[in-house]
């Protein structure tokens, strides 16, 4: 393709993703009109396609993109040596790749990403926290509440540790995915879900990754190094990007809102446990002695849990740690999330939130649409 050729390309692409991008933030109901009646088309098919191999072919492609942006740095390296020799060259293969660089954003907005600009679930389900006069009485009031969940999520804990038993993968994405269709009215519940380990394992750990949606292709992984006491909460979560829950706070609340109403004790104490690990460590910063005294109550098979949670992050630990959280965080910003990385633990509170509309009565199917 010629220089003039691939300006051109890139110019029109530019334009293109601009545009689409302008109408998404200006037109809820192009939001609403994909999300109910373009995506589940393009999830079902895509699972139909790819969920029935037994490799990721995210996997595949992701290993298959690398080496393509390896080969190309070789390539520019090469032509920056002898740069006077090479100007055409140089620029030809830069605009090459900011084409396809483009090209794989455009398929990423068109394939998934539009659900970014989806409302909150909280609003969704009328999530509203309450109004308060100034900063001191939030903080004031939020503490309180928080320890009040904490200690709720420390007593369910007890409740169901007794009756937790080890679940293989493959009976948790079943079980997950007859989860999804029972409790939600998601477009997606038909033939669009399913979970498969990722060939990454030993990487995603070192990048404290437990699993992630691939977008392209509509798979969802997770590494199979995770401990299977979190395997149907992060499996819940994973299903959440594959309806088009795009928000991680919001994927965590809905994986919680799934596990929790259910009548299996595995997924009830997998979801406790993991919104326990979100709800301790914010109450620990408000308030150390409480939620010291709080993890005293814990049941002995927490304990260990948690000790092994503890025990695997400090195996996997590394600068590799900090540059992907770095690097995600920033991504997660770039999508609207203001909160980057952090967005993981928002759930805490939206969660304490649901409790208080369950106590209520306002219990039913989980609306998604």
């Known amino acids: 393709m010629k220089l003039k050729t691939k300006l051109y390309v890139l110019v029109v692409q530019i334009v293109v993703i ?16 994909y999300g109910v009646h373009f995506y589940p088309l393009v999830q079902t098919v895509r699972q139909g396609v790819f969920g029935v191999l037994p490799i990721s072919v995210g996997d595949v492609m992701y290993f298959i993109g690398g080496v393509w942006v390896l080969v190309t740095a070789v390539k520019w390296g090469r032509y920056l040596y002898r740069w006077k020799e090479h100007t055409t060259k140089l620029a030809g293969s830069v605009l090459g790749a900011l084409n396809v660089w483009l090209l794989v954003y ?19 389900w009328g999530l509203e926290p309450p ?19 904490t200690r709720l999520l420390a007593g369910k804990l007890n409740e169901y540790a007794p009756l937790y038993t080890r679940m293989e993968m493959s009976e948790i994405n079943d079980s997950a995915v007859t989860y999804y269709r029972r409790y939600t009215n998601s477009s997606v519940k038909g033939y669009g879900l399913g979970i498969k380990p990722s060939m990454y394992g030993g990487l995603m750990q070192r990048m404290a990754v437990d699993g992630y949606f691939n977008p392209f292709t509509g798979e969802g992984q997770v590494t199979r190094q995770l401990p299977e006491f979190m395997m149907p909460f992060t499996l819940c979560h994973e ?4 309806v088009g829950i795009a928000a991680e706070g919001d994927a965590n609340l809905l994986a919680y ?22 709800a301790s460590r914010r109450l620990y910063y408000m308030d150390s002695n409480a939620a010291k005294t709080l993890a005293a109550t814990l049941p002995e098979l927490t304990k260990a849990h948690i000790d092994t949670l503890e025990l695997l992050s400090k195996k996997y630990h590394g600068l590799l740690t900090s540059y992907s959280g770095t690097i995600y965080d920033n991504y997660l910003k770039a999508q609207n999330q ?6 993981y633990g928002n759930v805490t509170y939206e969660a304490m939130l649901l409790e208080e509309q369950r106590g209520k009565g306002n219990v039913g199917i989980i609306e998604l649409e």
């Open 18 to 33: 601009w545009g689409f991008s302008y109408a998404l933030s200006e037109s809820a109901g192009l939001v609403e009109m």
């Open 131 to 149: 109004h308060y006069n100034n900063a001191d009485e939030r903080q004031h009031a939020l503490k309180n509440a928080l320890q009040s969940y």
């Open 106 to 124: 455009l398929m990423f907005l068109v394939g998934w990403g539009v659900h970014y600009s989806r409302p909150p679930l909280a609003k969704v």
């Open 257 to 278: 809102a799934i596990s929790t109403t259910t009548t299996n004790a595995t997924f009830r104490y997998s979801a406790y446990l993991n919104l326990w690990l979100y």
């Open 239 to 242: 299903m959440a990007h594959q």
């Open 338 to 343: 203001q909160d980057g990385i952090r967005s």
